[in-house]
T-cell receptor, first 109, second 114 residues
């Protein structure tokens, strides 16, 4: 079945440093979604990308969908302690969702 | 106050016991989902329902059962056949269509086996 691989599994950064997580698939994706889960919390939807090469920004977060629609990235500029959590990519088929394994971000003050 | 509610927040199960996790939404969403999350892992789909009185198995349905008698409610039963039920269970509902769907998650239930 379709799988979505996410790297790295963990990332520790100093506050103010940048952070990037990558999501890769062996097959073409119809869309990619990104979620954030704070420690002890539940996933919260961040954004959805559907077009080849699409780039969207939310303040310090930049989301990109690859030209071939097989990969995506989330980049955070100048991390803050509020960015701590696990970031998941996710793709959806007909009514079904497939989540990546997530990247756990720790920000050291 | 709209959203998805799950109860209880923590649930303890004895060996051989069936337990039911509640999920209610007042968002008027047709589709609802149940996921299991193990420590440090991603989300795995247990069951999903596109509409009332219809549901489909996900990737790890063995040992679980669901019902969808009302649009607002999608309870999950963890049966005694599920040998390793300790996990964080998340319910979600979905809005949108045509490739622009968004999932909204409830706060989750943590199930522990005594």
């Amino acid at each position: 079945g379709q799988q979505v691989m996410q790297i790295p599994q963990y990332q520790h950064v100093q506050e103010g440093e940048d952070f990037t997580t990558y999501c890769n698939s062996s097959t073409t994706l119809s869309n990619i979604q990104w979620y954030k889960q704070r420690p002890g919390g539940h996933p919260v939807f961040l954004i959805q990308l559907v077009k080849s090469g699409e780039v969207k920004k939310q303040k310090r977060l930049t989301f990109q969908f690859g030209e071939a629609k097989k990969n995506s990235s989330l980049h955070i500029t100048a991390t803050q302690t509020t960015d701590v959590g696990t970031y998941f990519c996710c793709t959806s088929g007909t009514y079904k969702y497939i989540f990546g394994t997530g990247t756990r971000l720790k920000v050291l003050a | 106050d709209g959203g998805i509610t799950q109860s209880p927040k923590y649930l303890f199960r004895k060996e051989g016991q069936n337990v039911t996790l509640s999920c209610e939404q007042n968002l008027n969403h047709d589709a609802m989902y149940w996921y299991r999350q193990d420590p440090g892992q991603g989300l795995r789909l247990i069951y999903y329902s596109q509409i009332v009185n219809d549901f489909q198995k996900g990737d790890i349905a063995e040992g679980y059962s669901v019902s969808r008698e009302k649009k607002e409610s999608f309870p999950l039963t963890v049966t005694s056949a599920q040998k390793n039920p300790t996990a964080f269970y998340l319910c979600a509902s979905r809005t949108g269509s045509g490739g622009r769907e968004t999932q909204y998650f409830g706060p989750g239930t943590r199930l522990l086996v005594l």
